[in-house]
């Protein structure tokens, strides 16, 4: 066969398209690879490295930490700094990055250390590692513990294994404090402010009903006699807390004292077999996907922006789903098909081209100020001049998102009902049904695999978007989640947290950059997955709905 006749063939653009679909395949997993390499690999515990630091010709000092990177860099940028440690002639220098902790003491977290001005690394089994719950981590030496002030003067390993089971005394401890402080005040301080909203209304309404009034003020007393006895046990929890601490030495000889109240968790990376780190693993991963960020959002977990992410796009798709297969069945099966039709989805089709800014700009305009003024004057005159839904909140969000993939959904609705077979229509016509009928029982149903296609486009789409978020409800740390125990549970009012603003925030907006880098590749991740698993459960259903048509047509 001639090269013409096998290029009129075909056959060239069939390996063009294959070899497309093969590159971008290769594109996605090593996309993936490589989010995957760098965020899942913070939370395997790293061995603890020691070295002598020759910064000039006649002193060094002792750095403790963990390799982090490494690179090589012109030998110019330092050349009359270690002209005496290199050979004549090298014009290139490798440089470690190292993270020593000790924010408090040592001003930085990672410090670069240019690799001739090394000494040899050892990797002392009794270097300690403890996560704190501010100033980073403490890299160094456990020396004693002090309970109440006074050293209990430990030797050897014993300083070890006390401060171990001091930790998890102390976790303990803090678990309960936070309880109380989030739950238990909170639901607290929540009725007390319901019944100080339900006086106002009382008050506004004209109402002189002293026994009501009375009843509140009851109410109001009893919560405050309840929130006295939980501070009274609040304040001893944090006073025992208090009264531990650690004695920790420094890489440079300087001893630390570092309350219990303020350690997370306390491990030798350099004393750990490979399960003991297996372990350790599964134990931080845990912690990422099921526990609240702290640190600026450089440490902890992640589960307040997984709620909200997961919250915000069902809201979204129960919002969207219905308003975008009425308007498509309205403009395929009731619209006369004329200018006005053909304007309306020239609109809608441009609609999908409009930057997500711009509805973020008009969900803040309408949607908040506007209608959630109103609803505000309507129903919550008492909580003004404070708004309740005249503010941005994971309903408006929604709402918003709603808006920005209406589009994707009236598109792919009104192409599945195109795909109907007009016989099928004048068929059921045909036995006595009518339009609406036809429509319901016959129509939908086949066209319910391109409803779920919108929706899984429209859901793709909306859980990675920011921008709009930005303006209508989503905030760096949300006090409270959305959904809790107290009436009327959903609050569609609060502000939320999001994955792909944690992302942005963590990774332009902190100001640690070089420990919040995992993070944004582990949180990459993780959004990724979470589209991954909604769009899979759409999928699901969509192919259920698609064989539930064919066994009923074959039928």
Request: without cysteine; aromatic residues 10%; hydrophobic residues 45%.
């Amino acid at each position: 066969m001639s090269l013409r006749a096998w290029y009129k063939s075909g056959d060239p653009f069939i390996w063009l398209n294959a070899g497309a679909v093969a590159v971008s395949i290769l594109l996605v997993v090593g996309l993936l690879y490589i989010i995957a390499v760098n965020g899942l690999g913070h939370f395997w515990p790293n061995a603890v490295v020691g070295l002598d630091y020759q910064y000039d010709e006649d002193n060094s000092m002792r750095i403790l930490g963990e390799m982090v990177d490494h690179e090589t860099v012109p030998l110019t940028r330092f050349e009359e700094r270690i002209a005496a440690f290199v050979p004549e002639g090298q014009e290139i220098v490798g440089r470690t990055l190292f993270k020593v902790g000790n924010r408090r003491e040592f001003n930085a977290d990672f410090r670069w250390i240019l690799d001739p001005l090394q000494s040899a690394h050892v990797y002392p089994e009794e270097a300690t590692v403890i996560e704190r719950r501010e100033w980073g981590n403490f890299y160094g030496y456990v020396r004693d513990i002090k309970v109440g002030g006074e050293p209990l003067n430990l030797t050897g390993d014993r300083p070890w294994t006390e401060l171990r089971e001091r930790v998890d005394e102390a976790q303990r401890l803090f678990n309960e404090v936070r309880h109380i402080e989030k739950n238990l005040i909170g639901d607290i301080n929540y009725r007390i402010e319901q019944l100080r909203l339900e006086e106002k209304r009382l008050r506004l309404r004209g109402v002189e009903d002293e026994q009501a009034y009375h009843d509140i003020e009851r109410q109001v007393a009893e919560q405050q006699a309840a929130y006295d006895d939980l501070l009274g046990k609040l304040g001893e929890l944090k006073k025992d807390l208090a009264s531990v601490s650690m004695v920790g030495e420094l890489s440079d000889g300087r001893q630390v004292e570092i309350s219990m109240a303020d350690i997370v968790r306390a491990y030798r990376p350099n004393a750990m077999g490979f399960f003991d780190k297996v372990g350790f693993y599964f134990e931080k991963l845990w912690e990422f996907v099921s526990d609240e960020p702290r640190e600026a959002n450089t440490e902890g977990g992640i589960f307040p922006a997984i709620f909200g992410t997961v919250m915000m796009v069902m809201i979204m798709a129960v919002m969207v789903t219905p308003f975008g297969v009425i308007a498509a069945v309205y403009m395929r099966e009731y619209a006369r098909q004329g200018l006005v039709t053909r304007a309306i989805r020239i609109a809608v089709n441009n609609l999908a081209g409009v930057p997500s800014i711009v509805y973020g700009i008009f969900g803040l305009g309408f949607f908040v100020y506007f209608l959630g003024g109103t609803i505000d004057e309507l129903f919550y005159t008492a909580a003004l001049p404070q708004p309740t839904f005249g503010t941005p909140g994971i309903f408006w969000a929604s709402l918003t998102l709603a808006i920005l993939t209406l589009p994707v959904v009236i598109v792919s609705t009104e192409e599945g009902l195109t795909r109907v077979p007009r016989s099928i229509r004048e068929g059921s016509l045909a036995l006595g049904a009518t339009k609406a009928e036809t429509l319901w029982r016959t129509v939908l149903p086949m066209s319910a695999s391109a409803m779920m296609t919108g929706l899984i486009l429209a859901v793709a789409r909306a859980a990675g978007e920011v921008a709009p978020l930005m303006l209508v409800g989503v905030v760096k740390l949300a006090p409270s989640l959305p959904l809790d125990g107290n009436f009327p549970y959903l609050h569609l009012e609060r502000k939320f947290m999001h994955l792909g603003f944690h992302i942005y925030d963590v990774g332009f907006q902190s100001p640690n950059v070089e420990a919040a880098r995992p993070l944004v590749y582990a949180t990459s991740l993780l959004l990724v997955l979470i589209i991954i698993v909604l769009n899979l459960t759409a999928i699901r259903i969509r192919n259920r709905l698609r064989e539930k048509f064919r066994a009923a047509e074959q039928n």
